[in-house]
């Protein structure tokens, strides 16, 4: 159990941070296809 805590922790963690890529990532697709 405290196995499978520490996982969902490290996700919770990653997660925002993998949110945050795709926006910056969107943002930057958005911004080539108005160049």
Do not use: A, E
Request: net charge positive.
């Amino acid at each position: 159990m405290p196995l499978n805590r520490s996982v969902l922790k490290m996700g919770d963690i990653l997660f925002p941070l993998h949110r945050q890529r795709w926006q910056i990532l969107k943002d930057l697709s958005q911004q080539n296809h108005l160049c």
